[in-house]
């Protein structure tokens, strides 16, 4: 059911389906939206928009601020049931409207033929409408591909990755949807690479991972087929695989020559990557892709890596980290729920001492931001660290001696 109110009587939760006025009158490049934000609140009351078309049916309750130890409100199970089986429903129709139209670009690509960068953005207004929905769903559904529907999924992937990591930089909206469009468009030029060299199960040779080196150049020559395609994507197909140490291709760039854009590419690239089956590999779980990425030397930002950690809720096991509370945790062991961070709160900064260990999920408080940085035992005069974090994971408190 739509409603229309004035800009005003807008709250949060309340989904956006249009807004009335000139269209250069507001500041959202999304047609429609979950106004999820007070900063979007104040800007839709500050700008020349008449009237809000309001959807009643696809509106949520407004967000709460969620303490460390959260009282639950709960829905009861008839309709909780319905609004999961509806966003799914929903995830799982963007999910394969966006594959299917991916598909056909690539396919484009691979006659020659240039694609329409309004068809891209159709792509990416949906995937941020089902971020603004259901983030934890959408990013598991994009991980649920089989092996032979890499390519397409894998765009759509990190289009999805990429808006979300934006999100977490704060970055402006228009930005996110600039860096869903490149996240859609980055591996346009293996199109031009031989599947059999994509798909080869063994090591490949010389020649082929010379040949795959030139993947970006291929996209970045295809895309400057096709007009108005923004900048941002110019520069993460063509620069998606260079490294900070500057080993990587083709221009071997380092550090600060790499763009911000490119840097964030390079991180969900692989992490999808990894996290794909493909014929010839199994794929690794969240916790251990991450787990590897942070352990190559040289290859990403760090800083950006581990803002990235906190866009997907993801830390490598054995992580010590600070919280915003004030205390240091370390990332534990899920065993089969691999994918949820799991916490073991254990000192107080404050007061400098141990604390009867308090275990949380940050997906049960809604709260990846709650974790700070990842903090250095050296900094915090932690006696015996080795031994200390060995009784951490090993599911002891260490107060009690």
């Known amino acids: 059911m739509l409603k229309r109110i004035p800009p005003k009587e807008v709250t949060l939760g309340m989904f956006v389906h249009s807004l009335e006025g000139e269209w250069l009158s507001h500041p959202f ?135 979300n990591f934006a999100r977490e930089l704060k970055l402006p909206e228009e930005v996110a949807r600039l860096m869903g469009i490149a996240g859609l468009f980055h591996d346009l030029g293996k199109m031009r690479v031989a599947p059999a060299i994509l798909n080869k199960p063994g090591r490949l040779t010389v020649e082929e991972f010379a040949e795959i080196k030139n993947h970006p150049g291929y996209g970045h020559e295809l895309l400057k087929l096709t007009d108005n395609v923004p900048a941002i994507a110019l520069d993460v197909c063509l620069h998606h695989h260079e490294k900070m140490d500057g080993s990587g291709y083709p221009h071997g760039l380092k550090e600060g020559e790499i763009s911000l854009a490119a840097r964030m590419g390079a991180i969900c690239d692989v992490y999808d990557a990894l996290t794909a089956a493909r014929p010839y590999k199994d794929a690794s779980s969240p916790v251990a892709a991450i787990a590897m990425m942070a352990n190559w030397k040289g290859h990403f930002d760090t800083d950006l890596l581990f803002r990235f950690m906190k866009s997907i809720g993801v830390f490598p096991v054995g992580m010590l980290v600070l919280l915003r509370s004030g205390h240091l945790a370390i990332v534990r062991d899920n065993g089969r729920r691999a994918s949820r961070a799991r916490l073991s709160l254990f000192y107080d900064i404050h007061d400098k001492q141990l604390i009867p260990t308090h275990e949380i999920y940050l997906s049960d408080i809604k709260g990846t931001n709650l974790i700070v940085e990842p903090a250095n035992p050296e900094a915090y005069d932690l006696p015996n660290w080795g031994a200390l974090k060995d009784v951490l994971l090993s599911g002891r408190d260490p107060s009690l001696g």
């Open 29 to 163: 490049w999304r047609k429609k939206f979950l106004v999820t934000k007070s900063t979007q609140l104040d800007e839709l009351r500050r700008s020349g928009v008449r009237h809000v078309v309001v959807d009643v049916g696809r509106s949520v309750d407004a967000p709460m601020v969620t303490p460390l130890r959260p009282a639950v409100r709960r829905a009861a199970p008839q309709q909780k049931t319905e609004r999961y089986v509806a966003d799914l429903q929903h995830t799982n129709r963007v999910v394969a409207d966006a594959r299917r139209l991916m598909k056909g670009v690539f396919e484009r690509a691979a006659d020659g033929e240039a694609t329409a960068v309004a068809e891209v953005e159709a792509v990416v207004e949906s995937i941020s409408d089902t971020l603004d929905r259901n983030r934890e769903m959408l990013l598991g559904v994009v991980r649920l591909r089989s092996r032979d529907e890499y390519t397409y999924f894998h765009s759509v992937s990190v289009a999805t990755l990429m808006i």
